[in-house]
């Protein structure tokens, strides 16, 4: 009669199999971003404007009110950055402002991916005549500058919602990224996974969206992000060159309205156009981080470099 077989131990140090598989896609993402120097300042930096932005308002209330009475006053204990022409608190209106900044640009990202993954996937799998009509459609949106796109639409509409406008811009700026699937699905549709679904018969909708699509998520996310950064240049360019109606609260109306009224000029209000910017400047840094680092994180090619 043999023994019992000795139990199976790991390596000192080693994690339980068990407890390594465990272990969520996306806590292993968080653990690779905060390992990396520049991904952790990014992660940082974009959760910070994430929750000045959002909670902000919250605590010092959405209506920033003005005593024109103490217009440009400079920067006090009471008022950080100080007072602008219509004697509002500074510091209250880029808090308040950066609200609609974030709101317009996943909007615009998620309009814009969704159209880009759904086109270019059905371009890419089907091909034929489908694939050429999406491909001159694509070249004539793109032979026209976004900004003079925008521009014509903001003739012709009153871009007065944010909402509005972020599905606007969502929607002219799907074109490159939508080129950029279509090549990913190319080359996908060509593997042994879609071979067999097809063999399978399960149907293209499930084998586009089922098989496909999943595997090129980290490539979406990716290309998300970037489209965030995108969507905010847009619209803070919009407003700053009066392109949309200065109403509400939000940085590209600051920066517009400081240059109009000569804050540059004023010492004492300089913060009202360098704050905007440095908050715009800060948010376009943390996510070129945190895009650079999820592509050498994500990409099997960069990380064995």
């Known amino acids: 009669m043999t023994g019992a077989p000795p139990p199976v131990t790991s390596a000192p140090g080693a994690p339980a199999p068990e407890r390594a598989a465990a272990v969520s896609p996306l806590r292993r993402l968080l653990s690779e971003l905060t390992r990396s120097r520049s991904g952790f300042v990014g992660l940082c930096l974009v959760v910070a404007i994430l929750l000045v932005s959002l909670l902000g308002p919250l605590v010092l209330g959405s209506q920033v009110v003005g005593d024109p009475m103490r217009a440009w006053e400079a ?32 909007l615009a990202a998620t309009i814009t991916t969704v159209i880009a993954v759904a086109i270019g996937s059905l371009a890419g799998y089907f091909g034929g005549r489908f694939d050429a009509l999406m491909l001159q459609l694509t070249d004539v949106v793109m032979t026209v500058p976004q900004i003079v796109l925008l521009a014509v639409v903001g003739a012709f509409y009153k871009l007065d919602s944010p909402m509005l406008l972020g599905v606007i811009i969502g929607i002219l700026s799907w074109p490159v990224l939508m080129r950029s699937i279509r090549a990913q699905v190319l080359s996908l549709k060509e593997r042994e996974f879609v071979e067999a679904a097809q ?23 990716i ?25 509400g609260s939000n940085w590209g109306i600051m920066i517009n309205d400081a240059w109009t009224k000569g804050a540059m000029f004023n010492p004492d209000a300089m ?7 440095t908050m715009i400047v800060l948010l376009q840094l943390g996510l070129i981080l945190l895009t650079r680092t999820l592509e050498e994180i994500l990409n099997p090619r960069l990380r064995d470099r």
């Open 75 to 106: 920067p006090s204990g009471s008022h950080w950055l100080g007072l602008e022409g219509g004697g509002k608190d500074i510091l209250h209106l880029l808090v308040t402002g950066g609200t609609t900044v974030l709101m317009v640009g996943f």
């Open 199 to 221: 063999l399978l018969d399960v149907g293209w909708v499930r084998i586009v969206f089922g098989e496909i699509v999943p595997n090129m998520a980290s490539y979406i996310l």
């Open 223 to 247: 290309n998300f992000i970037i489209a965030v950064t995108n969507a905010i240049y847009a619209m803070v360019g919009l407003y700053l060159l009066g392109l949309a109606p200065q109403k």
């Open 271 to 277: 913060a009202y156009i360098i704050a905007p910017v």
